[in-house]
């Protein structure tokens, strides 16, 4: 098990910024990462971050997000900006050990005015 504990989410205007952490308990040296889910629609890649800082984003999320993490920390963050209403969703924290993905409990963000 790979407990992992997200916070930052809240509600935000549109325009907005929000910065989302995952902690994970104890020394995470694997891929780890975001997703969302929207009401009524399927979970999705947000963005993710290798051990060595290789990241990668969805087409949503490219220019407007930043994912990062701190080693030392066990800790990934996701600083969103622009937010958009289409941004509304809960986000999950992952850590991909390659045969398990571990997922946090999640964090709703909402953005609307």
């Known amino acids: 098990q790979v407990p992992l504990v997200e916070s930052g989410g809240g509600l935000v205007q549109p325009g907005g910024s929000v910065r989302l952490s995952c902690a994970a308990s104890g020394r995470i040296r694997v891929t780890m990462g975001w997703y969302r889910q929207a009401p009524g629609a399927q979970r999705e890649l947000v963005a993710t971050?290798?051990?060595?800082?290789?990241?990668n984003y969805a087409d949503s999320a490219k220019g407007r997000f930043l994912i990062s993490r701190d080693n030392v920390k066990n800790t990934v963050y996701l600083q969103m900006n622009s937010l958009k209403p289409e941004d509304t969703a809960v986000y999950y924290c992952?850590?991909?050990?390659?045969?398990?993905?571990?997922w946090g409990q999640g964090t709703q963000v909402t953005v609307s005015s």
């Open positions: 992952i850590a991909d050990l390659g045969t398990t993905v571990y």
């Open positions: 971050v290798t051990n060595v800082g290789i990241t």
